[in-house]
């Protein structure tokens, strides 16, 4: 049978760089701390004045095609998953593939074009798409571009201000792939959540408590669901398990809360038991309310086991390197989780290949996917080529005024117009507005 996969990937971050612990915190009069450890963040990347979610989008796809050696001829389809997104009815890939036009002699008319929405799962549903477009046999030897493009900015003073971030992924869909293989087993949890949404409204309404509550409910779910086809997971079954990170203080409860779940009823649970006890069982319990608080007894005590956190330490903390520097990416974070973990294999000479990873993907509304993948053996190569750290480090450092500048500059709602921080080179930009209003952009040597 063909495996059908990522075959490559690309990350562009924004070209500027908001230090969390040394300019927002004395701003907000907080302890760094705050940032640092109880978020997990260092720093956040923003847009220069001349990007946004098309040009971050368009870099990505244009360094993985140069890299590849790809033509237009080569991508069947294009699917941008975005919840930035300024047009109604105009999908983001018309734009994309417009920029892209700009620089190939070919076109992508004959590419299929589209654009994704569930909050921050798009990007993953997107993958879904073009994976199940070429294993129905629709794709004709042609490969298809998944984007994943957001800019993550809250309103000035939202309580999720501090955890913005801007940035694309592109990725390569393909038979015979090098990077991973998507499992055919899937599994969903889904509900109508209100636990962030954007109603008519360009920053999101967020409810902090609840949308944790609600990310980890699906991926409870979403975990169930896939072992109903999958089988049990057990800790030692991934090499590592990214997660949809919209800030890595988040994924270290959902890494709490699938380690629990996977060594029920296993060997892990009964060495545990002489230090913990063993996990609280419904049936036990005469109310919900009695078993929930002993059930969050167990977790606290788990949370504080060596077996745990040495778990937890290889198999989760190195799907946040990328993400404590850059924030979150909405769209694109749980795969920027992926290559964390990759780029963290290569760079410690680990054997990964045909190892497996465990992936979570969530989006606010509220839906998590849990499916597997399987390291290729040509992962190094396309690990390798990624540039993300000169990217990180040739960021431009902004100072607090610059800041509050350049939000405004991509507050839809204001009409400011704000010299560039940066200068571009050998990329796409923005490039002023059309006869209909349309946005419009070209490449810049």
Known sequence: ????????????????????????????????????????????????????????????????????????????????????SFDNS???????????EQVYEGDFHHANKGERKFACIAGTQSLDDAYNWIKAGRNRGRAALVIATDTALYARGDAGEATQGAGAVAMLISEDPSLVELSIEQGYGSA????FLKPNQQFPSVDGKRSVQVYLARMREALEDF??????????????????????????????????HMIRDTEIEDDLA??????????????????????????????????????YAKTIDPTLTISREVGNWYTGSVHVARASVLKHGL???????????????YGSGAEAEIHAETIQEGWREEIG????????????????????????????????????????????????WGRMGERKYTFVE
């Open 1 to 84: 049978m063909t495996t059908v996969g990522i075959d490559a990937i690309e990350i562009w971050t924004g070209n500027l760089k908001l230090d969390l612990p040394g300019t927002f915190a004395p701003q907000k009069g907080e302890d760094p701390e705050k940032y640092t450890k109880g978020l997990g963040l260092n720093a956040s990347s923003f847009p220069d004045s001349y990007e946004d979610i098309v040009t971050m989008g368009a870099n990505a796809a244009y360094r993985l095609m140069d890299r590849k050696g790809l033509e237009p001829e080569d991508i069947g389809r294009i699917d941008v998953a975005t919840e930035s």
């Open 90 to 100: 105009k999908p983001v890939s018309t734009y994309v593939a417009g920029c892209l």
């Open 192 to 195: 109508d959540e209100t636990d």
């Open 227 to 260: 072992e109903s086809i999958a089988g049990d997971s057990h800790p030692d079954q991934y090499a590592y398990i990214p997660f949809h990170t919209p800030f890595p203080g988040m994924v270290r409860k959902a890494g709490l809360l699938g380690y629990r």
């Open 274 to 311: 002489a230090e913990i006890g063993r996990q609280p069982r419904a049936e036990a319990f005469d109310d919900d309310e009695a078993f929930r608080e002993a059930l969050r007894e167990y977790m606290d005590s788990l949370k504080e086991t060596e077996t745990y956190q040495d778990w």
């Open 347 to 361: 760079e410690n000479e680990l054997d990964l290949t045909g190892s497996k990873l465990l992936v979570g993907s």
């Open 385 to 432: 080529a990624l540039n993300v750290d000169e990217q990180l480090a040739a960021r431009y450092n902004l100072s607090w005024d610059d800041y509050e500048e350049i939000h405004d500059a991509h507050n839809h709602e204001m009409d400011v117009d704000i010299e560039p921080r940066t200068t571009p080179e050998a990329e796409f930009v923005f490039d002023g």
